[in-house]
């Protein structure tokens, strides 16, 4: 039970909703789907309907071996036992019900790596604060994010439609890639928010750089946040 939750194993029970998933996808026969999280699997069969290749990770040993077992007849499909987030396969769609504890450190990788789109399940709370509007509520990630795709929420999912089911309701986000980050600016962007109170002049002065900018984080846009980073980094 302590391994379900620490992993996020609230399975999908819905068809539905998983060939509502597979559908946004938009596979084409030239694509390479990566899926991480195999779980039971809900997802894995449909996603090789209409794929050139996909990888499918999943970080628990019984349901990688099970899923082995299951899908063996599966001739586009490789599934392997590991951390996901940490893959070095190339791909051209990334499909995942992430597991919530993850899905921070998922979209920063994402955010890293050149691919064309993906959907993804997050927990209605995280799929709020990437797509926060008011500084307020913005976070590191919500910058990360918006810089780096194009998110739209697809549809609301909820917490009846997984098993066992969590405690809150999800959100079907498509995400579209348009900037690559380094891991660099990303990190620079999670020590800004760490430094959120203070104005850029002395966020600049703990980098031994100069401004005359009296704002504080909370005033900037989103773009501004990027320049301010982008100016931390400079040699
Ligand atoms: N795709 C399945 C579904 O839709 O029902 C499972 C989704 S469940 C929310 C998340 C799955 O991700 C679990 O099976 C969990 O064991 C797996 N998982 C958690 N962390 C992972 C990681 N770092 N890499 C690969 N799989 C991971």
Redesign the pocket.
């Known amino acids: 039970m302590i391994?379900?939750k620490k992993?996020?194993?609230?399975?999908?029970?819905s068809k539905l909703i998983?060939k509502k998933i597979i559908s946004e996808a938009k596979i084409t026969p030239n694509d390479i789907v990566l899926?991480?999280?195999?779980?039971?699997?809900?997802?894995?069969p449909l996603l090789c309907e209409n794929a050139k290749k996909v990888f499918s990770?999943?970080?628990?040993e019984d349901?990688f071996q099970e899923a082995k077992k299951k899908f063996s007849k599966i001739h586009n499909l490789s599934l392997n036992f590991?951390?996901?987030?940490?893959t070095k396969e190339q791909f051209t769609i990334f499909v995942?019900?992430?597991?919530?504890?993850?899905s921070k450190?998922a979209i920063e990788w994402l955010a890293t790596i050149p691919f064309s789109h993906g959907i993804i399940?997050v927990q209605k709370e995280f799929a709020e604060k990437l797509l926060a509007k008011s500084s307020k509520n913005r976070k590191a990630i919500s910058i990360i994010a918006t810089q780096s795709f194009e998110i739209t929420t697809v549809s609301k999912v909820g917490k009846n439609n997984?098993s066992p089911p969590p405690k809150i309701d999800s959100v079907i986000l498509k995400i579209i890639k348009k900037n690559n980050l380094s891991k660099n600016l990303i990190q620079t962007i999670n020590k800004i928010f760490s430094y959120r109170r203070k104005t850029v002049k002395n966020i600049l002065k703990q980098f031994n750089k100069e401004s005359l900018i009296d704002k504080r984080v909370d005033d900037l846009s989103g773009d501004e946040i990027i320049n301010l980073a982008n100016k931390i980094l400079e040699k």
């Not at 992993?7 to 029970?13: A, E, I, M, P, Y």
């Not at 990770?57 to 628990?60: A, F, N, P, T």
């Not at 995942?96 to 993850?102: E, M, R, V």
């Open positions: 391994k379900r992993l996020g194993q609230h399975f999908l029970n998983a899926e991480v999280g195999t779980g039971l699997g809900v997802l894995t990770i999943e970080i628990d349901l590991g951390d996901g987030l940490t995942s019900n992430l597991p919530y504890s993850k450190e399940m997984f």
